[in-house]
């Protein structure tokens, strides 16, 4: 069964860090482009991060740069994001997806929630 499943969501004060786990079974993330994108209430889904397969080229938008990291194991299958700084407008939910034309996969999404 395909399948990817994210991890390591949950509540934070502002200024603190987070590292997201998107792991996927049924298939293997090694020739997959990753990516993470992030849905707030009443906001449009934003794409926030990617990792490419070969080369591991790296994207970040504008409102994670610097704070943001991603990574990918591709031993434990699993791609990372590692969250610095955390803003309150970070509060979202969290899905990570993983793209080989033609096929994409998603996750069913990790809550983070950034207040004080």
């Known amino acids: 069964q395909v399948q990817l499943v994210e991890s390591g969501g949950g509540s934070v004060q502002p200024g603190g860090s987070l590292k997201l786990s998107c792991t996927a079974s049924g298939f293997g993330l090694e020739r997959y482009a990753i990516g993470w994108v992030r849905q707030a209430p009443g906001k449009e889904r934003e794409g926030i991060s990617c990792?490419?397969?070969?080369?591991?080229?790296?994207y970040y938008s504008d409102s994670v740069k610097g704070r943001f990291t991603i990574s990918r194991d591709n031993a434990k299958n699993t791609v990372y994001l590692q969250m610095n700084s955390l803003k309150d407008d970070d509060t979202a939910v969290y899905y990570c997806?993983?793209?080989?034309?033609?096929?994409?996969?998603w996750g069913q999404g990790t809550q983070v929630t950034v207040s004080s």
């Open positions: 990792i490419g397969t070969y080369d591991d080229h790296t």
């Open positions: 997806y993983a793209d080989r034309p033609p096929a994409t996969y």
